[in-house]
């Protein structure tokens, strides 16, 4: 098993089993302007997979939403535990479009230096476009297993949306004992625009 416990009165778990308690604090503060599939508390701690992705499906946000959007900044979280010490802190912040299945397109790729239970964010000077179906995806190639470590929730969805692979072509959900749970990777939308809901209908419409 390749995750750790990381909160909230989970005790009795053993280093042996892949999984130990440790404290954190409370994520606060956080804008619901942001897209995310995480319910803000820290449960786990994951470095399966060389490549952890979330799932954004812009109609899980706006019913109805049949074209894409431009994106400002991602934010990812992670956490260094001392335990199972990070061999690199370097990844790579990707962003993709394509299906549940997996990313098929990539929209842009920047390389970034994770910190230990704050934000990092992929800053965008030009908004990335992208479809109603994309992907945010931590890259650690630098790394030889799977470091820097990310956060999830472990709030038991009932669809999918956080997976990882190890070689990006097949994608398994983030499951922890918890169920269905989500990694802390979110995106800032630019405004949603009115002019882009009538012109995704007349595009479908000829």
Known sequence: MKFLVL????????????EIPAETNPIDGRSSEWLRYDDGSA????WQGQFRGVWFNLEDFVPGWSCGVDI???EMWFYHESTYGWDTADFYCEIWNGESTGPSVRIDQ?????????????????PLAVDNNFWAVVNTEFSSGGWPSSISD???SSVAHSFHSDSFLSWEPWTTPDGLSNYFISVLPQEWSLDAVTWGSLKAAF
Do not use: C, D
């Not at 390389?111 to 000077?125: C, D, I, K």
């Open 72 to 74: 400002e900044r991602t």
């Open 7 to 18: 909160l909230l009165g989970i005790f009795g778990a053993t280093a042996a089993s892949g």
């Open 110 to 126: 920047v390389r970034l230096t994770a910190v230990h239970y704050a934000p990092v964010y992929a800053e965008y000077a030009i």
């Open 154 to 156: 472990g709030q038991n």
């Open 43 to 46: 449960a786990w701690v994951a």
